[in-house]
């Protein structure tokens, strides 16, 4: 366990690992970040994240816009083991498929991290009407080798896996946010169900249910890609209508119903044996990162040329209409996060 001290200087430090001031945040491995409030232009809420709100941001002197989280801190341990995990995953994630880390600074109660700004958002609001099967298979594969890079290069699973914090800019590049739930693989296992339970695997929805540490594999984020998959391709949460707003038929689905599938008749063969084998409903069976980075369906991706930009220009689009007209995207998906149930 991690120990934090805050001292009346504005320093908050983490033993050992690293220390963040008003002017920035050091590394233990020598590496610092500079950047202040001062620095900083503030503009509109972008949304919440994991612990916290955030803000879009210019940093002046470089003309850089960034995306800002600020987390305003209750010093108890395990709020404060997050900010120390994000952070430390944020300045040594260094992938494409992952956002650039720019610097964190800590103001009297509140920490703040400052990262890319990905200016198309989240793929939860840019997927009206289903995503077609060129762009699902690019955004996929993006989503896979970054999973796989921290797996393998970091020893670190996501456990928040959902299009929420999967980012897309105007670019066509994607890259994965919000590490505050991340979990250290110990030996290959996490044994605590931190995340969204609409994309929880079965396996860990069975752990809670009874009262276990409900320890789990990476497996159990290749379920939530399939989830996210199916979400992003269909345009709405996979499970039925009636679970968006009953979190104990949500989850009953999940562990006792067939898993969800891509429908035929608009997506391949491939594809949607893709998606089925992320959704097997016992863990040891489902492919790994690598199986999956190797399906037929990704070397196909490989091989076209699929026009990214033009694609995000038309969701945005699309995006702007629906909100213009009022439409309200979180009917397709579930409202509620409450507390495990007993689905046993």
């Known amino acids: 366990m991690c120990i934090c001290r805050s001292d009346p200087s504005g320093r908050l430090s983490f033993e050992g690992k690293l220390v963040i001031h008003a002017t920035g945040v050091d590394f233990s491995s020598g590496q610092s970040f500079a950047i202040n409030m001062d620095q900083l232009e503030l503009y509109e809420d972008l949304g919440k994240g994991n612990y916290g709100t955030v803000k879009r941001v210019l940093h002046k002197p470089t003309k850089v816009l960034m995306a800002m989280k600020e987390i305003r801190l209750e010093l108890e ?19 494409p498929e992952i956002v650039e880390f720019y ?15 990905m200016d198309a958002g989240s793929m939860d609001k840019l997927q009206a009407g289903g995503v077609p099967e060129e762009v699902l298979a690019r955004i996929l594969a993006s989503m896979c080798r970054g999973l796989k890079f921290l797996k393998d290069e970091l020893q670190i699973m996501h456990r928040d896996v959902k ?39 079965p396996e860990r929805i069975k752990g809670e249910s009874v009262g276990s540490l409900g320890a789990y594999t990476v497996s159990s984020d290749i379920w939530s890609v399939g989830l996210t998959a199916i979400e992003m391709g269909i345009g709405q949460y996979p499970y039925p209508p009636e679970t ?23 997506f391949s063969a491939n594809a949607r044996d893709w998606v089925d084998r992320c959704l097997e409903k016992i863990p040891e069976r489902r492919a790994t990162y690598a199986e999956l980075l190797e399906h037929p369906w990704m070397i196909e991706d490989q091989s076209r040329d699929v026009d990214m930009p033009a694609w ?13 007209q009022g439409g309200d995207q979180s009917l397709q998906r579930p409202q509620a996060e409450d507390p495990p149930v007993d689905v046993a």
């Open 244 to 266: 968006y707003s009953n979190v104990f038929a949500q989850l009953t689905a999940i562990v006792h119903g067939p898993p969800p599938e891509l429908p035929e008749e608009r």
């Open 312 to 324: 995000v220009a038309f969701a945005i689009t699309q995006r702007d209409v629906k909100n213009t």
């Open 77 to 95: 341990q395990s709020k404060l083991n997050a900010i120390l995990m994000e952070l430390d995953i944020l300045h040594r994630a260094v992938a």
């Open 103 to 117: 610097g964190a600074f800590f103001i009297e109660s509140c920490v703040y991290f400052c990262m890319e700004f």
């Open 163 to 201: 299009p929420t914090n999967v980012l897309v800019n105007r670019k066509g590049q994607i890259k994965l946010c919000d590490f505050g739930v991340s979990g250290q693989l110990e030996k290959s296992l996490a044994r605590t169900n931190i995340g969204c339970q609409s994309y929880m695997a």
